[in-house]
């Protein structure tokens, strides 16, 4: 009788396992085929964006505009820009992205994704040494020093300016690259009609501490009391040592510093960026990520770039310059302080000077801030290239997508 009822006890047992074992194999299946219908309807989305961007991007070829990626060696290196404009006529205009080695979202993935002032200027995006696809390119290459970034712009211009057959240029520099772009204007004024500072960068240990004073009084004002103890913790900086700064940016990426914030969602578009490199024809999937990741972080960990960028003080460097220079920065950018901006402009000499607050921005510019931006940028270039006229509202794909998400 004993012996039966461990013979039935163990046919259950093995029963149950494989009960057990079925179902785990059918989950696992079910996980599996979920997987491959997102991934499938992932590469059939990015197939069909790719697809439209180069479509409208051919259209603009074909209608007396330009719209193309190219490699150009600056520097004995492979690097890409992105050209695109409507009217060849028109002048050119020379973006440098933000990072360091992060091209977003003024690399080269903004090609026919990102409307900004291609209607008057023939805009060219540019993914610096040690980002996106040119650090992709030349992935050993982390090792490199600010000189090296400068002497690849001045290349950079050189090309344009014989490529285009103009003798200047327009300059936009973005958050950290807009230490390149004053930079440039300080030593090659002759070789630039003007300079468009967004974010621009004065004087970062400065601009930290009085960062570094307003998230005490942001956390405190908030409640969040641990986050004033850490910060009480960390002292004020600067900080010499690696795991002090990354406390402080941990600490910091809990603030609004970065993004205004309304009705509890940030007001920028964050998925817009990740679709516009994600969606990129010119991008393979492995440059999508080495653009939106990959890049920076090794950038930041490798390179003597950012220890060179901390060391930036405009009100010492640079206190006269020969063109005309505008910035544009939001009111609660505590990241590049507006009130540094605002006390090194005052005793800046120059032709032409002037700064435009935007009231909807933070360090990232806002939806509605960037449209208010571009069109300043674009009222300003008409003054002096009259031809540069407004040409009819043409929608990007970046535009449809963007809709859809807000």
């Known amino acids: 009788m004993t012996h039966s009822f461990e013979r039935d006890s ?95 979202p003024y690399g080269i993935s903004s090609r026919h994704q990102l409307e900004t002032i291609s209607s008057h200027c023939t805009v060219v995006y540019w993914d610096q040494r040690g980002a996106g696809k040119t650090y992709s390119t030349n992935p050993s290459d982390v090792s490199f020093t600010y000189e090296q970034v400068e002497a690849d712009a001045k290349e950079l211009i050189t090309y344009l300016r014989r490529e285009f057959e103009v003798d200047q240029i327009y300059l936009i520099g973005y958050s950290w690259g807009s230490v390149l772009g004053m930079r440039l204007v300080h030593e090659i004024p002759e070789q630039l009609y003007a300079y468009f500072g967004l974010s621009q960068v004065v004087h970062p240990l400065q601009s930290e501490q009085v960062l570094y004073d307003w998230l005490l009084d942001e956390f405190e004002s908030t409640g ?87 060391a930036v003080n405009l009100f010492e460097e640079i206190k006269e310059v020969k063109i005309p220079i505008y910035f544009a920065t939001g009111v609660d950018d505590y990241i590049c302080s507006v009130s540094l901006l605002q006390s090194w402009v005052e005793q800046l000499q120059a032709p032409k000077k002037e700064v435009l607050i935007l009231d909807n921005s933070a360090h990232y510019f806002s939806n509605e801030d960037e449209s208010i931006i571009y069109q300043w940028m674009k009222d300003l270039i008409a003054k002096k290239f009259p031809q540069a006229e407004e040409a009819p509202d043409e929608t990007t794909v970046g535009d449809v997508f963007s809709n859809l998400l807000q």
């Open 10 to 104: 163990s046919k259950g047992e093995r029963r149950l396992k494989e009960v057990v074992l079925k179902m785990m194999i059918r989950c696992l299946i079910s996980i599996g085929l979920m997987i491959f219908l997102i991934s499938g309807g992932f590469f059939v989305m990015r197939q069909l964006f790719r697809q439209s961007i180069l479509s409208s991007a051919n259209e603009l070829n074909h209608t007396g505009g330009i719209s193309e990626v190219r490699e150009v060696l600056l520097g004995d290196m492979l690097q890409y820009i992105a050209i695109e404009g409507e009217n060849m006529d028109n002048p050119v205009c020379l973006f440098l992205h933000g990072g360091p080695g992060l091209s977003l």
């Open 224 to 310: 969040h009391h641990q986050l004033v103890s850490s910060l009480k913790q960390l002292g004020q900086p600067p900080y010499e040592q690696a795991s002090s700064q990354e406390t402080f940016q941990q600490i910091l990426n809990q603030s609004n510093a970065y993004v205004k914030w309304r009705e509890g969602l940030p007001n920028v578009n964050v998925l817009n960026w990740i679709r516009q490199v994600l969606a990129c024809p010119d991008l393979t999937l492995k440059e999508a990520y080495d653009t939106l990741i990959g890049a920076s972080h090794q950038t930041l960990q490798q390179s003597q770039y950012w220890s060179q960028l901390q």
